[in-house]
Every structure is written in structure tokens, then in C-alpha cells.
């Protein structure tokens, strides 16, 4: 019922940026909190940045400073803006997001997209 799809991955410089986009469409009664995840190859899938439904961000130290979270309500879409990227940021970026839909109104429920991939390369 509920859809993640992730947008904006691809193959950047060193020091070069990328903005990630995530749109959630189905039978949506609310998102709750939102958040990026990475899986770079051989690595275990790690945090990256969350942002609640009130706008409170965190993140990873290791993107700290250099990654945005933030996110559009009225358009069910979290973003990650990403500056000053690194070799170590290569990995497969996934959107999720805590979803109330309208088989479970109560509550929320984990939903994720298929990923994104980002390779960060000279």
C-alpha cells in the first residue's frame, strides 16, 4: 500500500555534492519519522540521519557537518543534501520512513525503498 522511491544517486567527484530525494505515496494517514541509511559494500547497513515528524534532526558523526536531513510534509518527501563527499561515502542509500496508513491507523510502521546508489570517485 505504501511506496518509498529514492532519487538523486549517481557517480560524483571527491568533494562534490548530491541531493537524495525520497517520496512516499499509497494509502498514507501520516508520517511519523523519517530517516537515510547506508550499506556500503562489505559494511553492515548503518544510520546515516533521522529527522522526527517536528523537524528534530541527528546524524551519524561521520557525516556530521557535511549531510542535511530535512523534509517536506506536504509533499511526503525527506531529503539528504550531501556536501564535501568522501570515497567512504560510496554505499547504497535507503529512505525510511514511520507510516500510519489506513489498515493501521493507530500506529506507525517501518517502510523502506530500494535504495539508491551513490559512488564517490576521481
Known amino acids: 500500500q505504501v511506496q518509498l522511491v529514492e532519487s538523486g544517486g549517481g557517480l560524483v567527484q571527491p568533494g562534490g555534492s548530491l541531493r537524495l530525494s525520497c517520496a512516499a505515496s499509497?494509502?498514507?494517514?501520516?508520517?511519523?519519522?523519517m530517516g537515510w541509511y547506508r550499506q556500503a559494500p562489505g559494511k553492515q547497513r548503518e544510520l546515516v540521519a533521522t529527522?522526527?515528524?517536528?523537524?528534530?534532526?541527528n546524524s551519524a558523526d561521520s557525516v556530521k557537518g557535511r549531510f542535511t536531513i530535512s523534509r517536506d510534509n506536504a509533499k511526503n518527501t525527506v531529503y539528504l543534501q550531501m556536501n564535501s563527499l568522501k570515497p567512504e561515502d560510496t554505499a547504497v542509500y535507503y529512505c525510511?520512513?514511520?507510516?500510519?496508513?489506513?489498515?493501521?491507523?493507530?500506529?506507525?510502521?517501518?517502510?523502506w525503498g530500494k535504495g539508491t546508489l551513490v559512488t564517490v570517485s576521481s
Open positions: 525510511k520512513a514511520e507510516i500510519a496508513t489506513m489498515v493501521h491507523d493507530y500506529y506507525a510502521l517501518d517502510y
Open positions: 499509497g494509502s498514507i494517514v501520516t508520517i511519523d519519522g
Open positions: 529527522i522526527t515528524s517536528g523537524g528534530t534532526t
